[in-house]
């Protein structure tokens, strides 16, 4: 005789998307903070990538703001918002747009903390679509590479829903500006190409949970060689690793999940067992995230490593707006297969 599953069995079976988990954690917290708002273009219909959807119609138009096409005035009045003691919460249509608002990111947001001696707050998150997707050389930055030098500024890229709500949580909570840099092939929002790998959905509980940022996660363990990646190539790399333990090698994945703070201790622990290192980012390779930890490594490290490490990265070129072009310029799965394969050839 078939019976009704309990509600809290079900409950701890869901699964969502990256775009559901955020939304539920941006929900979470305008209930739990009445100073916590979102502003940005087009909002009130649910956004790009539908990371606002259904928010008006609880919190109403004072909580949901949509702004003019004006990056640097919404941004600034962010600013202020935050420094007069509330939460807000941008959403970009593509993160892309943020460089229009450079000035008031890198010449306030970041400095003002540190100018003022601690005394002004700046608790301000930018959602922000980052990375390639077939549109073109103006809508395919890696957000996060380009920020990745500024002091002042923590750096978040989740990619999996249930760190994407954690981590949310985290950064609407945090004193400082936060760069939320989520792939735009990871939403998983309606229409959208979604990254595919063991972890693209994924459970994501009712409890309330929040994943501390500068804590980074081993998304498969390995013995034989570490890889770092994070985004959709955290996707790809894990596909290449799960591939490869049918041929007998043992890749550890491991995710930094934020890029500022850097768990540089998770990555070292790893080497200390593995010998090999790669790493794998989206960006391009010059100034990269990549070429900073693979400094680190070196620097704290170089002593338990068999083989030079091995970075893969974009070329230093402007992404082609050609579907063809693109693909060739963006590392896959085979280009990261080969790099690991050639380290152990060493």
Known sequence: MLTRRSTAAQSSERELTVVQALREAVREEMRRDEQVFVLGEDIRIGGSFLFTLGLLDEFGPERVLNTPISEAGF???????????????????????????????????????????????????????????????QHANSVETVFYSIPGLKIVTPATPYDAKGLFKSAVRDNNPVLFCVHKHLYGSKGRQ?????????????????????????????????????????????????????????????????????????????????????????????????????????????????VPIRRVASPNVPIPFSPALESAVIPDETVIRSAILELMEY
Not at 86 to 103: E, H, L, N, V
């Open 75 to 137: 941004v600034g009045l962010a600013i202020g918002a935050a420094i007069q003691g509330m939460r807000p919460i941008i959403d970009f249509q593509y993160g892309d747009f943020i460089f229009t608002a450079f000035d008031q990111i890198i010449q306030q947001c970041s400095k003002l903390r540190y100018m003022s001696g601690g005394q002004v707050r700046i608790p301000l998150v930018f959602q922000l679509p980052t990375g390639a997707s077939g549109r073109g050389a």
């Open 194 to 306: 979604l990254a595919r790998s063991s972890i693209s959905r994924g459970h994501v509980p009712d409890e309330e949970y929040l994943t501390p940022l500068g804590k980074g996660d081993i998304k498969k363990r390995g013995s034989d060689i570490t890889a770092v990646a994070n985004g959709i190539m955290l996707h790809r790399t894990l596909n290449v690793a799960e591939a490869l333990e049918h041929e007998g090698l043992s890749v550890e994945v491991v995710d930094p999940r934020s890029l500022v703070p850097f768990d540089t201790e998770l990555v070292i622990d790893s080497v200390m067992r593995t010998s090999r290192l790669v790493v794998v980012e989206e960006g391009s390779e010059r100034g990269g995230w990549g070429a900073q930890l693979a400094a680190e490594i070196a620097g704290q490290a170089i002593g338990y490593l068999d």
